[in-house]
């Protein structure tokens, strides 16, 4: 568990200028922005699916060349992959099988990026995970690459 002292986003991670932006606004109010209690402060899309530990929302920034990219974020302020529950990793599975099997995904993948940002290249802090679908049928596709690892010049 994180302590109040602690920043919860890392901002040198930030992909496009809005994403920076709302990432200067919660460094400034100093608090986790996927806390359900700070969730909607800064995220501007719906949650689609709610369990007992995790909640599933659009990314707001997605990456380049996806047809579908959510996260399942947890529901209480956890930072590594030891704190996650049994139970919660069940749920987990459950939630994203039930998106898969009713949106008819023929194939995508999961990711989830967890504790010293130096290492998981993660702008948020709060542990969640990526459920990507490539739109491979764009014209202009390129495959989905998920970033794990920050550049040394970047390293805080």
Known sequence: M???????VDISNARVDEQ????????AEGHCPFCPENFTLYHQRSIIK???????TENQWPYDH?????????????????????EAGAELFQ???EVAQGHNILGGGVAMRFGDTNYSAGTVKHIHAQFIIPDIDQ???EP???????NREKRV
């Open 66 to 86: 996806v047809k579908m990219q959510l996260l399942a974020i947890h529901k209480t302020h956890i930072e590594t992959l030891q704190e996650i529950t049994p």
């Open 139 to 141: 014209p202009d596709f």
């Open 95 to 97: 939630l994203l099988g």
């Open 20 to 27: 920076r932006q709302v990432m200067e606004q919660i460094i």
């Open 2 to 8: 994180t302590d109040n002292n602690t920043q919860f």
């Open 50 to 56: 709610d369990g007992q530990y995790w909640f599933v």
């Open 144 to 150: 989905v690459r998920f970033k794990i690892g920050k």
